[in-house]
């Protein structure tokens, strides 16, 4: 894909080059996953290239030892074809062109360039500022609140999911538990076991929050500290969020859990937590969310909490690294005693 011609068709396309025309294409860097390949990408230019990108990112798929797409990332293409043409703001980087995979070619996308204008806060897994903290809640909320309760959603922008959907989902995660607890059976004691239990037990009780289809909105699915790229100092820009793989619809309290309770050791949680949605709350009354008070988003972050204790099983079972679920796995479960979600499994 990087190709001279290919890229200036895409920048004419998305009115980014004019009549420019790329002239040559160097590759700057370099980063491959175990999903994608992402390029950063110098381009030179023939004729008048006034607002033209001196460099974008190339972010593409593979092709497996047959020559087919070894993974379609169809989720990520969707969002930035359909979904962030439509914010108004500046929350996620320009996307040039997304183009799915085929039976012979693997999918990719051309982004905004942000290495010069913006940084990423910390090494992982250290985490940001107070300050920097600030800013990204509040960017979640301006994003959350740009699609809060929208007619559009699960009609043209995402789906929801059935009933049939979401036990097949219940019932994958105890396959997964059941593996998890044979192969780690000294993290799960009795305690452990039994809230575990109690979730799926009652899960269709507690899943009546999204099927009420009510105070929902976009989320982004992964909102950990460094898939956030902050302005650099002076700029003037705007954070921005990258890797939109697991976007989805849900309660907003999704994202603030996963960045704040499943990440964060209690010393720090305890200090910044409340605060942190304190700021999140009234950043979305500014952006106009309305019926929603700050006791509703207690209430949905102490359960979007109690629901994150299955990620770190679901990060074992497929084989993501020890030293990334295991301290998710000791972070969630000291949020999970310190905000009493097992309360919420007593009817």
Request: hydrophobic share 40%; net charge neutral; with cysteine.
């Amino acid at each position: 894909m990087a190709d001279a011609g290919r890229i200036t068709e895409a920048l004419r396309r998305s009115g980014a080059a004019g009549s420019a025309r790329v002239s040559n294409v160097a590759v700057l860097s370099s980063l491959r996953k175990a999903r994608s390949h992402t390029l950063r990408l110098r381009l030179s230019y023939e004729g008048s290239a006034r607002g033209a990108p001196g460099s974008i990112i190339l972010k593409m798929g593979d092709l497996d030892s047959e020559g087919l797409p070894s993974y379609a990332n169809r989720h990520e293409i969707v969002f930035y074809r359909d979904v962030s043409p439509a914010l108004s703001g500046h929350v996620v980087p320009f996307c040039f062109e997304a183009v799915e995979a085929t039976e012979a070619s693997a999918w990719h996308l051309l982004l905004e360039d942000l290495t010069d204008s913006h940084f990423i806060a910390t090494e992982w897994p250290l985490p940001p500022t107070p300050m920097q903290s600030e800013s990204m809640v509040q960017t979640l909320a301006r994003f959350h609140a740009a699609w809060w309760d929208r007619s559009c959603l699960g009609v043209s922008v995402g789906s929801w999911r059935d009933a049939a959907t979401l036990a097949k989902g219940l019932r994958n995660f105890a396959e997964q538990f059941a593996r998890f607890n044979n192969r780690y059976p000294e993290l799960i004691p009795a305690d452990r076991r039994a809230l575990y239990e109690g979730l799926l037990d009652n899960a269709p009780r507690l899943l009546a929050r999204y099927h009420s289809r009510r105070h929902l909105t976009l989320i982004h699915g992964d909102a950990h500290p460094w898939n956030f790229f902050l302005p650099r100092p002076g700029s003037g820009g705007d954070v921005k969020l990258i890797d939109w793989e697991d976007w989805s619809i849900n309660t907003a309290t999704d994202d603030l859990a996963y960045m704040i309770s499943m990440l964060w050791y209690p010393d720090r949680r305890r200090r910044m937590e409340r605060p942190l949605l304190d700021l999140y709350h009234a950043e979305l009354l500014a952006q106009g969310v309305s019926g929603y008070d700050r006791q509703a988003l207690d209430d949905d972050y102490r359960l979007s909490v109690l629901w994150l204790i299955t990620r770190p099983i679901h990060q074992a079972m497929i084989n993501i690294p020890a030293r990334v679920w295991w301290n998710n796995f000791e972070r969630i479960m000291l949020a999970v005693d310190d905000l009493r979600c097992r309360d919420l499994l007593v009817r």
